[in-house]
Every structure is written in C-alpha cells, then in structure tokens.
C-alpha cells in the first residue's frame, strides 16, 4: 500500500490538560536506517503521554512530537539495513514517539511480530509493557522463581501486566488496588494476595501474608510517603523500583533503614535508553516473555477502544484513576 504524503496526528499545542490535545495534519514520515513504515492499526495510552502533554516529558532532540509510546501495524516500507521480507507483516512496537497517527516509524530492532493469538487492540496495548516491565521487575528488581513482590496499582495497565509476568516467572504476588471490586480480577491474574489500599494497611498486609520476613521486591508507581512504607515491607536484601510517582517525586526515607537490611533502589524511564539498549531488552523479551503471550498466559487487559480523533477523553479516562486496564486508540 503506498501511504499518502499527509496525515491526521495528535500532539499538544501547549502544555496543559486534555484539552490541549489537537489533530493536526503532518506529513507521513520515512523511514531512515534500521526503521519500517508502520500502517498503525492501534496505538496504546500510556500516562508518560499524559506527562508529555503536561510539559513534564519531552521527546528527545530530532524526535518527533506526536504522541504515542506504543503501536501495532502492518509494515508498509522499510528503512536501509531492514529486510525487505517484513514488508506487509504486523508488528508491535516500542515507538519514540508518534502512535497517535495512521502511520508511524518504529525501529525494526524494537518490534516484534504480532502472534496471530492477539488481536491488534491487544498488540497495540502491549509494547511498553513489556519493556517496561521486563527491565524494572526482571532486569533492575532481580525478581527470581519464590520469590515475592508486591505491585502498586495492580489495576493499571502496567500492574495487570507485571501481576501476569511475575507469576509465570514463579513469584508470589500481592497487588494492590483503590477499589475492592477488582481485588478478584487480580486474584485471578494470578496475584497470591490482594489489598484494597484504601481500606486495608498494605504494609500490615504484606508482613501478614509474608509471616513477617517482608517482600523481596516493590514495584511501586506511587512515590511520596509511599516510598517509606514500601521499605517497611521490604525482606533483608529487599530491592525496591520506582517506575512514577503519582504522588510527588520528593521521598523522605531512613538510611538507617536502608544500612541494616541492605535494601537497594532502583528506577528507570523507557525513553531515555538508547536503541542499543532497547533492542538488547526486545531480544530478552523476544526470548522469555513472547512465547507466553503467544499461549495466552500473558495478555494485557483492554479497557476501552476509541477513536484517534477523541484522544483527549482517553487522557481524561486514565487521568481519572477509574480505568482497570489499557486505553487503545484505534486511528483507522
């Protein structure tokens, strides 16, 4: 399929709330070395979206400033240094940016070939996930067979899917949720132990289920005073990540405490990396985690398909706390 010269594509006209969401028209880009054309069938919301939006985030120098972190589509023309066989395959990808258009460039060393078990709304969800969970959990938190981790906001979109990889890789999970409705949907993800944060002491919770020995690893998107009360539940050797801080990047925390159980802390952002990087991690995942995704025992869990053209409710829905799940836009 021969793309057009122009396209529709979302972008933030100022720094601000959803509002300041707008489709404007751009042109359909090249690819360049080690890149393919993608046809994009769905497009994944990711709240790093969110905070480009707010000014918070930036794309890096030369990169394009359409939104989307994420993408699945169907390959239409290819860089130099990219086999030619990839043309009209669906992929998945890890993007820059620029999911938030009918096309979009992805680095072919980034993307994976979309098992046939996943439908394109799933393939879209999936990308900055799995690196994001693949690095934070496996690579910096060290997570191993018996081990236990709890995960903050099990009910989002990179909870759901860490609950799943934790579990296939052997570990025990306890999640977290802001409402009791979902602690059974998580239960059934496969985490041991779920706790509605608002109404139960997560780290009495934790030391509880664990017979007081304490986790092993947190993976935690809160930030805040959560930081203290997540080193509460940490087990001696315990390694905690922060993968956001929804409630303020400014922690207070005990060296003290840190010293004597020789606690670790990690942290990360996926955009930062370089492609290098990023395609060591898409080898990993390549290896470990697409095989499962292809059985089925790891599937991202879609809230709701919408529009291209009503991105901004979609930034509205995340923003609200309310969705269990992904957000996917749909721009064909």
Same mark, same amino acid.
């Given at each position: ?88 395959? $669906? +992929?998945?990808? /890890?993007?820059?940016? @620029?999911?938030?258009?009918?096309? %979009?460039?992805?680095?072919? !060393?980034?993307?994976? =070939? ?67 409705? $979902? +602690?059974?949907? /998580?239960?059934?993800? @496969?985490?041991?132990?779920?706790? %509605?944060?608002?109404?139960? !002491?997560?780290?009495? =919770? ?127």
């Amino acid at each position: 399929m021969t793309p057009p010269s122009t396209m529709q594509a979302v972008i933030a006209v100022r720094p601000g709330d959803a509002d300041v969401l707008a489709l404007v028209e751009r042109p359909v880009p090249a690819p360049g070395p080690g890149e393919v054309l993608l046809r994009v069938r769905a497009a994944g919301v990711n709240r790093p979206d969110i905070m480009q939006r707010q000014g918070i985030a930036k794309p890096a120098a030369g990169m394009t400033d359409v939104l989307g972190l994420e993408a699945c589509g169907d390959v239409v023309a290819c860089g130099p240094g990219v086999p030619e066989a990839l043309l009209g395959k $669906r +992929l998945m990808s /890890l993007l820059p940016g @620029g999911g938030y258009a009918p096309w %979009c460039l992805a680095r072919a !060393d980034h993307s994976f =070939a979309v098992p046939d078990t996943l439908e394109d709304a799933a393939a879209g969800a999936l990308p900055e996930g799995l690196f994001t969970v693949w690095h934070n959990l496996f690579e910096l938190g060290g997570l191993r067979m018996g081990e236990t981790v709890l995960i903050h906001g099990g009910a989002g979109g990179i909870g759901t899917l860490a609950i799943q990889m934790a579990r296939a890789a052997g570990a025990r999970v306890i999640a977290t949720a802001g409402r009791s409705d $979902r +602690l059974p949907a /998580l239960r059934e993800m @496969g985490a041991s132990e779920a706790i %509605c944060y608002r109404d139960t !002491d997560f780290v009495a =919770a934790c030391l509880d289920y664990t017979r007081g020995q304490g986790v092993d690893v947190v993976l935690d998107m809160v930030g805040g005073d959560y930081v203290g009360r997540n080193l509460q539940t940490l087990a001696f050797g315990g390694r905690h990540v922060s993968l956001s801080f929804l409630q303020g990047s400014s922690v207070t925390i005990d060296l003290l405490t840190l010293m004597q159980k020789q606690l670790s802390l990690h942290s990360s952002t996926m955009r930062p990396q370089t492609d290098a990087e990023k395609a060591r991690m898409a080898a990993a995942i390549a290896r470990h985690v697409l095989p499962l995704v292809a059985d089925g025992r790891i599937r991202p869990r879609v809230r709701e398909t919408l529009p291209l053209a009503q991105a901004a409710r979609a930034h509205r829905l995340l923003e609200g706390g309310e969705v269990f799940g992904k957000i996917v836009l749909l721009p064909l």
